[in-house]
């Protein structure tokens, strides 16, 4: 229960990257840019502004290259929603980041709605995909 305690402050501290950084040629294992369901919502825009207002929720903004990430925890689940500021090349996009135990295993299942060109959210994808990486070894430390 610790390493999960761990591995949510790290994701939820380490999830306003915002410089493209390519990671490794493997498979991103995201279906592209559609938006027109971003889990449950009709846009991100949508879903930022629901998530703002639930009472289990926590809101906070994060500096980043192209401006304020809007960070939302949910604190029933511990999942973490990141949405990009306005000039980011990838907005209207949102990553919703879990920490989850599967097998005695910890996973960090990420999923992304990028409101961008392939190659944009594929940038995207991978800022993400090595700060998974970066916990990850962190954890391996513990």
Known sequence: MNKILI???SAFLASCA???APSSDKPLGYKGTSQKNVFGYSSPKDA???????KDHTTREVEGDHGKWQIIKNNVNSSIWSFTPQKHPAHPSVIRRKVIEKEG???ILTEVRCGS???VCDSLVKDFLKL???IRDSMSKV
């Open 48 to 54: 930022l502004s629901d998530l703002k207002n639930k």
């Open 117 to 119: 060109s392939k190659t």
């Open 18 to 20: 915002s410089n493209p």
């Open 132 to 134: 998974d990486d970066k």
């Open 7 to 9: 591995l949510t402050l």
């Open 105 to 107: 295993s910890i996973f």
